[in-house]
């Protein structure tokens, strides 16, 4: 069964900083990969997808992510934290063999601090 | 604009009372999934449907019914079985066959409660 982890239930850094936000995946086949961002009471929206096209995917807000096979992973990052990314992030990985399913991280709560 | 329509935001039911959950998506979609959010638990899959009038069960489908009699509409009901219905309820919808790649639109999601 496929199944994803995010390292980190909480991270937190200060406002201008790096924001790193880690995903792994177990599959033995590259799955497509995406990353969703939620604010409190609200759905959640996609910030950006991995879908064997290139490995460095850019997304909104300033946000990417590097598709890495070697270590299964797909990272998220972005340069400069500001004091609206401060959210829910969920790492999902939709299996290349059953398009009918996505399988969700457990999610980290990025705290950004002025 | 296109999107995906979930209602009430807040509902509350009381012990032994079934609810109703609304999701309509007028986004031309032929799948749509129900799911359950708990704190730190990431969000489980209730239920999906590919197709007018057929829906398969997900993880944590105990307690909970669907239907999908039309293709814009896919309701959630929580019945008296689930003995801990209080969570944030997530419907969402995708393309389905070739467009694989496509991820989900969600909605904005029911804060149930039990009172």
Redesign the interface.
């Known amino acids: 069964a496929q199944s994803v982890t995010q390292l980190g239930s909480h991270v937190s850094v200060s406002e201008g900083a790096l924001v790193l936000l880690r995903c792994n995946y177990s599959s033995s086949v590259p799955p497509y990969l995406f990353w969703y961002v939620q604010y409190p009471n609200q759905g959640l929206q996609l910030l950006l997808k991995y879908t064997s096209a290139a490995t460095l995917v850019k997304g909104i807000n300033g946000f990417e992510a590097e598709f890495k096979k070697s270590e299964t992973s797909f990272h998220l990052t972005k340069p400069s934290a500001h004091m609206s990314d401060a959210a829910e992030y969920f790492c999902a990985v939709r299996p290349s063999y059953n398009f009918n399913k996505f399988y969700f991280g457990s999610g980290t709560k990025l705290n950004v601090k002025p | 604009d296109g999107g995906?329509t979930?209602s009430p935001?807040y509902l509350f039911r009381k012990e032994g009372q079934n609810v109703t959950l609304s999701c309509e998506q007028n986004l031309n979609h032929d799948?749509m999934?129900w799911y359950r959010q708990d704190p730190?638990?990431?969000?489980r899959?209730i239920y999906?449907s590919?197709i007018v009038n057929d829906f398969?069960k997900g993880d944590i489908a105990e307690g909970y019914s669907v239907s999908r009699e039309k293709k814009e509409s896919f309701p959630l009901t929580v019945t008296s079985a689930q003995k801990n219905p209080t969570a944030?309820y997530?419907c969402?919808s995708s393309p389905?066959?070739t467009e694989?790649?496509y991820?989900?639109?969600?909605?904005?999601?029911t804060?149930l409660t039990v009172v």
Do not use: D, E, P, V
Request: net charge positive; proline share 0%; charged share 5%.
């Open positions: 995906i979930q935001k799948a999934y730190g638990q990431g969000l899959l999906y590919q398969q944030f997530l969402a389905s066959g694989s790649n991820g989900y639109t969600f909605g904005s999601g804060r």
